[in-house]
């Protein structure tokens, strides 16, 4: 019996070694350890071994059974490891021929922008509001301390719808709108279209859009504005930026300045980008007119503020090196994919 | 307003300043300077030359050569002009220097032209004469310079001296932006007293004393002011036996140096003085003075007057008039008559200062389509008290340059008198203002700099009258701030309570929308919000249409921008438009911009603005790649329930067959379609083209950020396909409304994953086959459960004349 099982082992694995594809692996199971296999017999023909003989050849059986197992199932994972191996260099491709892109739209310039400007003052706990675009004349010119017949209204080339309404010249009338409310303190910043009947060029545009900003609180002041619109420069430019305060004149804020950043491309030495002078005009501000804050109903007395405007687009055309307005507005896919 | 800096000079006698610090120091106290031209640029080694001799060229008939005596020296120069003679003193540029253009006219070159030492025709040439145009500068600033040819100076000029020293070109020009608040900064001396404040030396304003004979103006003319509203003021004064001729050369100059004509000595007086003082004139032929007497009135309805430019005008009773006892003789503050205007052989001549409200003259200069010098200045509003200053200092003038006998006295119609405004005075609410801390005695130093002076018995600031701005302590605090300088103000940030930053919920929203779009690769482009009343017919809109009930704008820039838009659409379609024309393929664009909508007209109440989010596209994808934009954006909106679509949508700008209205929550909340090909064809959009509009308050009102987890599902689903055949008129949409209602509480989702039409189908049907998924959620469905519903499902479709195919 046990020599038997000795050249079954045997045979066996010399079956397996002439194995080369696991399907004659695998007659090689079925013809030794299959149901009808000769290790499985063996122990069919178990009743013919004495009983106190049965538990020892049982032993010898499983013990064959196990080795040649063992030897298969190596035999099998070397085989598989070394078809898997084959496959994969079959399977190598040229990482360099082109991707397959998802088409993903753009963000309009004006729009990177806008949220470059939101995210500095949102940080900076200002909530963003919106007016109206089709306005009243009282709110876009009078109670900005711009009465009838200011000369200021004609400088800001006013399309109107009649008499008392107006397409805004300017995000401002929103301050007004906001103030009136009465909800103080108050921290707004206000985007939106605003409309002056100027021909279109390369650096004009008869819609174009504004982001204003308010703040009203008590023992607000000019060094308050000036501290948080260099902080502003700062994060919207570089951190190396530079600020100037030079006086102007606003209607509706007094004192008034106009801000220059310095040039952030060639960070102040003159360059074709700043014409030479190392700044770059971006905003105009000041400290809250004491009639303003009366006409929206705020006791100057009290309360202070400072407001503060610029133009998007300019913010836009600067940032980004857009050398012609009108491609703002064409929406040229080849521009619009540019951002 | 332009100013020299020699000019500044005169009243600021100590000013020491190059022309790049004097523009940053004044534009950093608020005389904003635009720019400078340096008169002398490119100008060098240019002196004074007298020509000893000439003889011809013995090789060119045009040519001359001369022998100039350069002072320390002569030398020798080939020229082609012909208006020289021996003895003529010229300017020589010397070889090695440079000049600013050639010999044409407004043919400067930038960095100037250097001149070499050669020969001409064989003959050396050391140098070379200039004309005017060369030395950068024009016969309009120097008429005494000849048309063509070399410029020649009045003998009394030295032999080697600076030439361009000679001619007034060592001089810098600038050009300042002065704010409508300043009206006294549109002179020269309103400019020199900013200049001697912002560099703390001595303002020395022109000194004017009696002027005049013994005669007295109001025995020529009698002044009558009608409207004393339209004109607080009327001075007059006479001057006779006036002798025209050139005005002297240092006024002529400074003149050129601003960009004004020399012409003779009375017009340069009043131009002199208009500059010097801010103050418009004007000089009436008194001999033409009908009655002797001046009436200032409206004019006559559809008046018509004759400007000394010769040109007919047509009034109006709002316009100001200056009249004689007979006639109109002037339009005020615009432009003379020619029936009254100074010729050359004038004797006796009537100045006129006056003040006009600055608003009339304004509508008047727009009505009468005239604006000129004077009425720019009148119409920002001026200090009748600078009246009579003006007209004594041109009468000064007329003594001083001999050009004529001023008449003594002077007609002064000046109603009530504008008085200084006095504003209290309050040292710490400036400082509390400014956020600095600057000391009472150094803020009235600033502000007495400018002539705003400190009353100490009432504790006030006197402001002269000649400063319209200031009214209150915040433009005090100005003052202080832009001499104590905006770049010495500490930078702080606000203290004090802390405030929420954030955006409104609706901001937020189109935030999601313009990320969707995004995603799906639409890209964000603008439109105007204006468009041409012919969008409508573009659009194929009818008559009847509510969206041509437009908000119209006054004053257009053109018809093409004159309504406000009522839809998105046109912008949208333009845009697709502009990148077809231009071969850009698989566009895909979207808007977040507002439409106008008037709840009556015309408008008596602002109109509603209500934001529409428009998708448009041409190129891969069709009909259902845009549902799928919308349904993507109202899932991320958090419009959980399922939209409807009604193809009834009415849209005549769509594809009939191919449109639908979007219906969410019973409301119709936007619509979606292909482009009629007829708009297309408008357009110029060459294939088909897919637009969906989406009206974003309806969304607004029904969003939600809010999420709920409702658990993921851990018993297995049972599947069902059923496939039928039904009428083309039955939509899918209403099958799967069937599966809904009937489905029961198991009914997880269903797709449809089968459509065929076509030659094994009827005519009229097609074929649909649906998915439909059943899951419980707590335990493992069995048969009969979803048998059941199935049921339901089948019955109903049947009940709808569908067939089910087995």
């Known amino acids: ?339 | 307003m332009n100013t020299s800096l020699s000019w500044i000079k005169a009243y600021v006698p100590g000013l020491e300043a190059e022309a790049q610090e004097y523009t940053d120091a004044m534009t950093l106290s608020g005389t904003k300077v635009e720019g400078f031209e340096e008169l002398d640029a490119d100008l060098d080694k240019i002196i004074v030359g007298q020509i000893d001799k000439i003889k011809g060229h013995p090789d060119a008939d045009k040519l001359i050569i001369c022998q100039v005596n350069i002072g320390d020296g002569s030398v020798q120069i080939v020229t082609g002009a012909d208006n020289v003679h021996e003895g003529d003193k010229i300017p020589v540029v010397l070889a090695g220097g440079r000049v600013a253009g050639g010999h044409e006219p407004g043919t400067r070159v930038a960095g100037g032209i250097k001149i070499k030492k050669g020969k001409l025709r064989g003959v050396e040439s050391d140098g070379m004469m200039c004309s005017i145009e060369e030395l950068g500068s024009s016969r309009d600033m120097y008429p005494e310079a000849p048309e063509e040819g070399i410029y020649i100076f009045p003998d009394e000029v030295e032999v080697g001296a600076d030439a361009v020293e000679a001619l007034g070109l060592h001089d810098v020009v600038f050009e300042y932006e002065v704010t409508s608040n300043r009206v006294d900064c549109y002179s020269v001396i309103g400019i020199a007293r900013e200049a001697a404040a912002t560099f703390g030396k001595e303002f020395v304003p022109p000194a004017v004393g009696q002027t005049g004979n013994e005669e007295d103006a109001g025995d020529y003319i009698k002044v009558t002011v009608e409207n004393t509203d339209l004109c607080p003021r009327y001075c007059a004064r006479v001057v006779k036996n006036i002798k025209v001729g050139p005005s002297p050369e240092w006024m002529q100059r400074r003149l050129a140096s601003v960009g004004i004509r020399p012409i003779n000595n009375l017009v340069d007086i009043t131009n002199y003085v208009m500059e010097e003082y801010g103050q418009p004139m004007h000089a009436y032929d008194l001999d033409t003075i009908e009655g002797k007497e001046i009436i200032v009135r409206t004019a006559e309805a559809g008046e018509k007057f004759v400007t000394l430019d010769g040109q007919e005008r047509l009034m109006d009773e709002s316009v100001l008039m200056i009249c004689d006892g007979q006639k109109s003789i002037g339009i005020a503050g615009i432009m003379g008559g020619e029936n009254s205007m100074i010729t050359d052989d004038v004797k006796t001549m009537l100045f006129e200062a006056a003040c006009f409200d600055g608003t009339n003259i304004r509508r008047s200069s727009k009505k009468v389509g005239l604006r000129t010098d004077a009425s720019g200045k009148f119409e920002k509003g001026l200090d009748p008290n600078n009246a009579q200053a003006a007209i004594d200092r041109a009468c000064q003038l007329v003594e001083e340059l001999g050009a004529g006998e001023v008449v003594g006295g002077i007609v002064d119609v000046y109603g009530k008198k504008k008085e200084p405004v006095r504003v209290p005075f309050d040292a710490d609410a400036i400082n509390s203002l400014l956020g600095t801390d600057i000391s009472k005695e150094e803020m009235l130093g600033y502000l007495e700099r400018v002539g705003l002076n400190y009353d100490e018995s009432s504790d006030e600031i006197v402001a002269p009258t000649f400063r319209h701005d200031i009214f209150c302590l915040a433009d005090l605090a100005e003052e202080v701030a832009r001499f104590y300088g905006y770049d010495n103000i500490p930078s702080t940030l606000p203290k004090g309570e802390a405030t929420t930053g954030k955006l409104s919920f609706k901001l937020r929203v189109e935030e999601v929308a313009r990320n969707i779009a995004e995603f799906c690769g639409f890209s964000q482009g603008m439109t105007y919000s204006f468009e041409s009343p012919k969008v409508y017919d573009k659009l194929m809109i009818p008559a009847e249409s509510p969206l041509r009930n437009a908000v119209e704008i006054m004053n257009p820039l053109g018809e093409d921008y004159s309504i406000m838009r009522t839809t998105p659409l046109n912008g949208m379609l333009a845009s697709l438009a502009t990148n077809y024309n231009r071969r850009n393929k698989n566009v895909r664009l979207y808007e977040l911009g507002n439409i106008y909508l008037p709840k009556s007209l015309p408008l008596t109440e602002l109109p509603q603005e209500r934001m529409q989010f428009t998708l448009g596209m041409y190129g891969d994808g069709d009909f259902f790649s845009m549902k799928g934009v919308v349904e993507e954006f109202f899932e991320k909106a958090g419009l959980h329930e399922k939209e409807t679509y009604d193809p009834d949508a009415g849209k005549p700008y769509l594809h009939p067959g191919r449109q639908a209205n979007i219906i969410y929550d019973g409301a119709v909340v936007g619509y979606l379609g292909e482009v009629h090909p007829d708009v297309a064809d408008t357009y110029g959009i060459g294939e088909k083209a897919y637009v969906a509009v989406i009206d974003m308050p309806e969304i607004v009102e029904r969003a939600t950020f809010d999420r709920k987890y409702t658990g993921i599902a851990r018993f297995p689903a049972v599947t069902r396909d059923i496939s039928m055949v039904m009428p083309k008129d039955i939509l899918v949409g209403q099958v799967e409304e069937t599966i809904e209602k009937k489905g029961g509480a198991y009914l997880e989702s269903y797709a449809l994953f089968d459509l065929y039409e076509g030659a094994q189908i009827k005519s009229g049907y097609k074929s649909v086959a649906y998915s439909i998924v059943f899951r419980a959620k707590d335990r493992t469905l069995n048969d009969a459960d979803v048998t059941e519903a199935m049921e339901r499902i089948l019955k109903a479709l049947e009940g709808m004349g569908i067939e089910l195919r087995k």
């Open chain 1, 1 to 339: 019996m046990k020599e038997k099982l000795q050249s079954i082992k045997e045979e066996a694995l010399k079956a397996i070694e002439s194995a080369d594809v696991p399907e004659k692996l695998n007659d090689v199971r079925v013809r030794f350890l299959g149901k009808k296999g000769e290790l499985t017999a063996v122990l069919k023909g178990m009743k013919d071994v004495a009983p106190e003989d049965r538990p020892k050849v049982g032993q010898l059986v499983n013990e064959t059974r196990a080795a040649i197992e063992e030897v298969m199932e190596d035999t099998r994972r070397k085989m598989e490891r070394a078809i898997r191996e084959e496959k994969m260099k079959q399977e190598v491709i040229d990482v360099t021929l082109p991707s397959k892109k998802n088409m993903v739209g753009h963000r309009h310039p004006n729009t990177i922008a806008l949220e470059e400007v939101e995210q500095i003052f949102v940080g900076m706990g200002y909530e963003v509001v919106e007016g109206p675009e089709v306005e009243y004349d009282l709110y876009n010119f009078e109670k900005l301390n711009i009465p009838a017949d200011h000369p200021a209204k004609d400088e800001q080339d006013t399309f109107y719808i009649n008499k008392d309404i107006v397409l805004r010249t300017q995000t401002s009338p929103v301050q007004a709108r906001v103030m009136e409310q009465g909800k103080l303190p108050i921290r707004m910043i206000a985007p939106g279209r605003v409309f002056r009947s100027d021909e279109v060029d390369a650096t004009h545009s008869p819609s174009f859009h504004q982001v204003e900003g308010l703040v009203i609180d008590k023992n607000i002041s000019f060094a308050d504005l000036k501290g948080t619109l260099e902080v502003f420069a700062k994060e919207l430019f570089g951190p190396e930026t530079k600020t100037k305060f030079r006086p102007h004149h606003f209607p509706f804020t007094e004192p008034s300045a106009e801000v220059d950043v310095s040039c952030f491309k060639c960070g102040g030495k003159g360059c074709r980008f700043c014409k030479g002078s190392g700044w770059i005009e971006i905003l105009g501000c000041g400290a809250v007119h004491p009639h303003v804050l009366e006409m929206c109903g705020i006791d100057p007395k009290e309360y202070s503020g400072f407001a503060f405007g610029m133009g998007l687009e300019r913010i836009a055309l600067l940032k980004y090196e857009i050398d012609d307005m009108r491609l703002l507005y064409e929406n040229d896919i080849r521009f619009l994919k540019q951002f």
